[in-house]
């Protein structure tokens, strides 16, 4: 048996979070709501939550993902930066999101 | 006050009664369907389609062995279509060369894959199929190479409940991202063999810890899920989220029911999809407005503070034990049956009907007349 070598992934400012192959973000048209679909659970993210996922596209790293954000709610990048780290662990830790 | 009906998010399909394995806790009704009376390929795709029009965004493909479906392709893909995620629930036995791939092909977002035992043994025993480890490990790693995300289902109960640590460890092992240790729950075939399978409660003291400790010790590296088991319980569960709330199931022959023992339930009346639409059946369907919200609550239930938190917890388990399905969940302290679970505990592990043999089972069978009253003594 191949053992992999499994650790948990810390994040970080050069991180290229991205969604996991088995999540899904979509448009619920029925409810009205940007869904985020996962193997046993179906969560609705808020405004805040849905602008981070939108970024975690693999390509923009959190230190770019927290500039983008504090543009965008002309917001210190200071002020936000613990809260995009603390949530893109808490997703990363939950297998949403690759870190 | 009665609340608005909101749309259905999850759907578990019953496929097939049709199994390779005879599990004696399969949730499966003691009266199983045989493969004639299974609804065809195009029933089941009108199904889909209507309940992703209802607003289903995600559907459990289960049985039974659902792979046993040779149309199963054909189901994933027009789920796929429609955006609804799909998530096979397998016991991975006998699945033929190349069928993974092609239900990945057709969109399968995502893999269960059981196991009755951490050790080969136990699983032979507990489903009643020989070589069956081995062959779920295949499928493992099947499912690994074409890339699709794996769980790993524990049912566990009084036969397997040392093996705790072991299913931890294979889970790591096979590279599942999610490891599900299911206390096994008393309705089907687990009711009728319920001395069979209750665990002492010390055994389910220390599970509990262990699982506890791993889920800490393996935070980011594999999520581990844990169903408490009902009977060793303060609380009952919101079973299904609370019926008919947000999610139903459909059996073989397209009967759609609250949940998968509510046909134990004999005075309600379900009706099959075809003869109704879906979207009706959700809004009008009795059996589903029999125990929807809170109105149909009696006390303790009706001025409890966690009314909306458990929903006054299972139905099903309320009939099998307090022989009321409007009564308060007895898994619930509140509950004056409450001390009957206790007793229920007492009672499987002083019968223990003699342990170790597997003999002590009545596996499930299609077919099989169902002999045992799980209710005596």
């Known amino acids: ?99 | 006050m009665t609340e608005p009906v909101l749309p259905p998010i999850g759907m578990l399909a019953e496929l097939t009664h049709r199994c390779p394995l005879q599990c004696a806790y399969c949730s499966n009704p003691v009266e199983l369907l045989k493969a004639n009376r299974e609804m065809e390929t195009s029933g089941w795709v009108s199904l889909f389609e209507q309940a992703a029009d209802l607003g289903v965004l995600q559907v459990h493909l289960s049985g039974g062995e659902p792979t046993l479906r040779s149309d199963l392709p054909e189901l994933i893909a027009s789920l796929a279509r429609r955006g609804v995620y799909t998530n096979l629930i397998t016991a991975g036995v006998g699945i033929a060369d190349g069928r993974i791939e092609a239900f990945a092909d057709a969109g399968l977002d995502h893999i269960q894959l059981s196991f009755q035992g951490a050790r080969p043994a136990t699983t032979e025993k507990i489903g009643n199929s020989r070589g069956a480890h081995e062959k779920k490990l295949e499928t493992a790693r099947r499912v690994r190479n074409v890339g699709l995300p794996l769980t790993i289902n524990a049912p566990i109960h009084r036969h397997n409940m040392e093996e705790v640590p072991e299913f931890i460890e294979l889970a790591l092992s096979l590279g599942a991202e999610r490891l599900e240790i299911a206390n096994v729950q008393y309705a089907g075939w687990a009711l009728l063999n319920r001395n069979a399978l209750m665990p002492e409660r010390e055994a389910v003291e220390r599970q509990v810890e262990i699982v506890e400790a791993a889920q800490e010790r393996l935070r980011g590296v594999m999520t581990i899920d844990f169903v408490t088991p009902d009977y060793f319980a303060i609380y009952p569960k919101p079973c299904m989220g609370g019926w008919a709330r947000d999610a139903f199931m459909v059996a073989p022959d397209g009967t759609v029911l609250p949940c998968h023992a509510a046909g134990t339930i004999k005075s309600l009346h379900f009706e099959r999809f075809g003869d109704w639409s879906l979207a009706r059946i959700w809004h009008e369907s009795s059996a589903f407005n029999a125990f929807r919200g809170t109105d149909w609550m009696l006390e303790p239930c009706r001025s409890c503070e966690r009314q909306e938190i458990d929903w006054g917890g299972c139905r099903c388990q309320a009939m099998a034990i307090a022989g009321d399905a409007a009564a308060t969940d007895p898994a619930c302290i509140k509950s004056p049956l409450h001390a009957r679970m206790g007793a229920l505990i007492k009672e499987a592990v002083n019968t223990k009907m003699a342990d170790e043999s597997s003999n002590a089972f009545t596996y499930r069978r299609i077919g099989r007349s169902v002999e045992l009253d799980p209710t005596s003594a």
């Open chain 1, 1 to 99: 048996m191949t053992q992999e070598t499994r650790v948990r992934a810390i994040v970080s400012m050069q991180s290229q979070p991205v969604l996991k192959r088995h999540v899904r973000l979509q448009y619920d048209k029925v409810r009205e709501a940007w869904a985020l679909l996962s193997p046993e659970r179906v969560f609705w993210p808020n405004e805040v939550s849905l602008d981070i996922l939108r970024l975690c596209d693999g390509r923009h790293s959190v230190a770019q993902i927290i500039a983008l954000l504090g543009d965008l709610y002309g917001a210190d990048e200071a002020e936000i930066g613990e809260d995009v780290t603390s949530f893109l662990q808490e997703w990363s830790d939950k297998f949403l999101v690759t870190l």
